[in-house]
């Protein structure tokens, strides 16, 4: 198994993806947000790549049953639905409805992974599921954190370092590693035990803090919260049936 | 002290570096063969963004004085004088010559650093002079790993977080860093005593072995082989002569 991991999705293209499972990973807070929002209802998310992207896809949808989520620079934009905190995304609010879903990092991410053979969603609250999925696997996987306004960022760097070591425990035999998976499992074993406290050590997390939105790193740090797994398909986001 | 880092170049922009002191870091291997062309008498070398604006910047200039150096692929381009080995740059060749210098991410990096208040070289052959310029500077300090093709490589993260480290210990107080910083300095503690095993295991480094260039690892691991300064500063790069 080959397993690569990129710190941003700046170098993604299309024609990278197609003989891959690809495995998006955007902690603060676009993958968890996904996961809570399916556990809590949600028929499906679609992410876009931007507000004019969210509006148009609106217009040619039934407004009764789709919500308009997701953030800027952290924010609710105005005239949408629901910001990017996970706790927001209550079962009364969302069950049966799509969400259209622009984020800076995630959606984004997520939208350049058209093309791949498989794309799953991931975050510390369904980390062990996503290994699982992986394991099953015997291909060419490729870790994307989605950064932070094309950098890196610490959250993501440590979450996909804990998915390639309990995935390297699972199937119990090397892995060829690109230098990107090589130096997030050395990031990670700094931080394994400590993930809230990472969290709001990490940039993002500090000004996520800054907005009043610090109960969502709780949220986020909550490993192995669900037993499932977000896979995106045809420009939509379901739980996977298999 | 602020101390940042990013992985690649692609997020600097110019704007965000009139307020900075920055250190392009490209280990394999142009920030090295930079400091060894110095080293053995080049007068400067002229960073460029490709072969169009090498060969333009050629026409301007008297062809007697001036090498065409750089690499494309890790190879000798075509129709240039050298490539990006150290060892090609020997002082009967290069002496007194300006040498045009267009590699894959280290000139290009360097390019994009022309409106930083003050921008130097460096790579473990001058890790520690780097670090006494900086611990000059009460500053905004910016280090740019350059990358492989728009990626996160290895050895320009080791080599910023030695960096970070011999100043930290310089300095001899907290430093702020950013998420990179944080994410260099664990990395680099993990290689810290096994510079030439690191680049032999890390991508670009086995890519070059597999080209016939290993000698130039063992080039690029001579810590503080150099104890200046490469400065660059109107479009060109000299040694510091301060």
């Known amino acids: 198994m080959q397993i690569d ?49 969210a509006m148009q896809l609106l217009g040619n949808l039934s407004r009764d049953n ?3 989520c997701g953030e800027k620079e952290g924010k609710l934009i105005e005239g949408f639905d629901l910001g990017n905190s996970p706790s927001d995304y209550e079962t009364e609010i969302i069950k049966g409805k799509s969400l259209i879903f622009n984020t800076t990092n995630g959606s984004v991410a997520l939208t350049k ?8 969603v991931c975050s510390f609250v369904n980390i062990t599921a996503c290994a699982e999925f992986i394991a099953g696997k ?36 090397e892995m060829e590693m690109n230098d990107g998976t090589e130096a997030a499992t050395i990031i990670y074993h ?11 050590h990490s940039f993002h997390g500090k000004y996520l803090m800054s907005l009043g939105l610090g109960k969502d790193l ?25």
């Open 66 to 68: 789709v919500l308009l």
């Open 113 to 120: 992974m058209k093309t791949a053979k498989s794309a799953i």
């Open 138 to 173: 015997d291909d060419h996987i490729l870790i994307v954190c989605a950064g932070n306004n094309r950098q890196f960022n610490l959250e993501d760097a440590v979450c996909g370092g804990m998915l390639v070591n309990i995935l390297q425990k699972k199937i119990g035999r």
């Open 190 to 200: 700094k931080y394994k035990d400590k993930c809230l406290q990472m969290l709001k």
């Open 218 to 242: 709780n949220f986020c740090a909550k490993i192995d919260s669900c037993n499932f797994v977000p896979v995106y398909s045809e420009g939509v986001v379901k739980l996977d049936m298999h």
């Open 5 to 53: 991991l990129v710190f941003t999705h700046i170098p993604i293209t299309d024609e990278k993806l197609s003989d891959r499972t690809v495995v998006m990973v955007d902690v603060l807070r676009t993958s968890t947000t996904i996961c809570v929002a399916l556990a809590n209802g949600a028929k499906e998310i679609i992410p876009v790549d931007g507000v004019p992207a």
